[in-house]
């Protein structure tokens, strides 16, 4: 058999093995534009200024990142967030080996405050768009097409309800009073 007709069995193979998972993604991004949300789009953006942004932000994974020898790609995207247009936020998805899970890339929302950025949401996983309904001013935020945050104290709450398992309660308390002594928003 001459390569080239082999070559084509492997990459037809490959795309019949990747379609099912290209239609579910289109179905996804589909389902969400019927319920009125818009994509946030995270692209690769070097050396511009929210490349800039993303990487000041994101100093502890890229280090993180370094430290396994690896480089990793910075997808990053901005949105307005309030419906005046006023509130611009700035999407960070850093993408490395070491740094995403079997969840895939997670990624960090952050509103600019003055002259610096607060964190205002963390490590979500999958497909965002924005809702056009709205909670305290800001948009709600769509996660994977079924997780929905909204705004609430200053920073955007998730309203899946967490099972109560013994200690469960007590570890968040806990993490949030960490948070808070470093200065970062927790959901109240």
Known sequence: MNRSFILGHVLAGALLIAAPSLAHAAKRTHSTAQKGGDPVILTHQPGSGLDAEARKLNTDDLAAAARHHETPLILIGSAPLSPDGKNIALFVQVQSASLCGSA????DVYLK???????????????????????????????????????????????????????????????????????????Q
Not at 104 to 107: L, R
Not at 146 to 161: A, F, P
């Open 104 to 107: 895939g890339c997670s990624t």
């Open 113 to 187: 405050r003055g002259n610096s950025w607060s964190k205002i949401l963390d490590s979500v996983s999958g497909p965002i768009s924005l809702l056009p309904t709205t909670h305290g001013g800001m948009r709600d935020i769509l996660v994977d097409s079924s997780d929905r945050w909204i705004w609430k104290n200053g920073t955007y709450v998730d309203t899946l309800t967490a099972t109560d398992l013994p200690g469960f309660k007590t570890s968040i308390k806990r993490h949030q009073a960490e948070m808070r002594k470093k200065g970062q928003a927790v959901p």
